[in-house]
């Protein structure tokens, strides 16, 4: 048969990598980071000069670098132009410059068109994918059979993702990420938001192995 779709949508800093990347390893599935590809983007663009608030020079270059992804969720990679990119796509640069750089209709284009095609072949040649984004559960897969929308509190995302960062500044931390959600649910095209028939689930209160559990559940129920 065919492997099984999950997709998960939902804010910066909401838990989306770990949970997907457990699931993944709890169901021997597949795993894809949408959001590294657009950071891949970003950082190409950055190397290249491309002044990424010319939307038109993001558009006319977009179709340049070749952007690849390692699916398997005990390692996962992206290479740009055959380049290792996994920590320089983690820069303040980067990170201050994708919600830009996501926003143009030919980088959304292309890259939700690699996405469907890595999730036809996991669904092919292996036993499913976890696909983690902001616009899964809208347009790349919205007919996948395990939809979530995963939230937390503002300010629950805020420690995490300052100790990811290793940070102290949760304040700063929490101001770069409200901003970085009001760019990404406020652009025109496929925007942050949580599609109608969505699951949503708020980690707030949960560890990761409880939020796990819960997404495993759903997924044996949908299988
Ligand atoms: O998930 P992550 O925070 O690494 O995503 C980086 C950025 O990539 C987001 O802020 C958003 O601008 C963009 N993105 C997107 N659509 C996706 C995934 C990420 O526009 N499916």
Same mark, same amino acid.
């Given at each position: 048969?065919?492997?099984?779709?999950?997709?998960?949508?939902?804010?910066?800093?909401?838990?989306?990598?770990?949970?997907?990347?457990?699931?993944?390893?709890?169901?021997?599935?597949?795993?894809?980071?949408?959001?590294?590809?657009?950071?891949?983007?970003?950082?190409?663009?950055?190397?290249?000069?491309?002044?990424?608030?010319?939307?038109?020079?993001?558009?006319?270059?977009?179709?340049?670098?070749?952007?690849?992804?390692?699916?398997?969720?005990?390692? =996962?990679?992206?290479?740009?132009?055959?380049?290792?990119?996994?920590?320089?796509?983690?820069?303040?640069?980067?990170?201050?410059?994708?919600?830009?750089?996501?926003?143009?209709?030919?980088?959304?284009?292309?890259?939700?068109?690699?996405?469907?095609?890595?999730?036809? !072949?996991?669904?092919?040649?292996?036993?499913?994918?976890?696909? !983690?984004?902001?616009?899964?559960?809208?347009?790349?897969? =919205?007919?996948?059979?395990?939809?979530?929308?995963?939230?937390?509190?503002?300010?629950?995302?805020?420690?995490?993702?300052?100790? !990811?960062?290793?940070?102290?500044?949760?304040?700063?931390?929490?101001?770069?990420?409200?901003?970085?959600?009001?760019?990404?649910?406020?652009?025109?095209?496929?925007?942050?938001?949580?599609? !109608?028939?969505?699951?949503?689930?708020?980690?707030?209160?949960?560890?990761?192995?409880?939020?796990?559990?819960?997404?495993?559940?759903?997924?044996?129920?949908?299988a």
């Open positions: 048969g065919e492997g099984i779709v999950i997709a998960i949508d939902g804010p910066s800093g909401s838990g989306k990598s770990s949970t997907a990347k457990g699931v993944a390893r709890a169901r021997e599935l597949r795993y894809l980071d949408t959001g590294a590809m657009y950071r891949a983007m970003t950082w190409w663009m950055i190397q290249h000069q491309v002044d990424v608030a010319d939307a038109a020079a993001v558009a006319a270059r977009s179709a340049e670098p070749v952007i690849t992804m390692g699916t398997d969720p005990e390692a =996962p990679t992206v290479r740009v132009d055959g380049t290792d990119v996994a920590r320089a796509i983690r820069t303040d640069e980067v990170t201050g410059r994708v919600s830009t750089v996501s926003a143009v209709p030919e980088v959304r284009e292309r890259l939700v068109a690699l996405q469907r095609d890595i999730i036809a !072949e996991a669904r092919r040649d292996a036993a499913g994918i976890v696909v !983690e984004g902001r616009d899964i559960t809208t347009v790349v897969a =919205p007919e996948a059979p395990v939809r979530l929308y995963l939230t937390a509190s503002a300010q629950a995302r805020a420690v995490r993702r300052s100790k !990811e960062n290793r940070t102290s500044d949760v304040a700063a931390t929490e101001a770069a990420l409200a901003l970085r959600d009001r760019l990404d649910s406020s652009r025109a095209l496929s925007p942050l938001t949580q599609a !109608e028939d969505s699951l949503e689930l708020d980690s707030s209160g949960l560890s990761l192995d409880e939020v796990v559990a819960l997404v495993v559940k759903l997924a044996d129920e949908a």
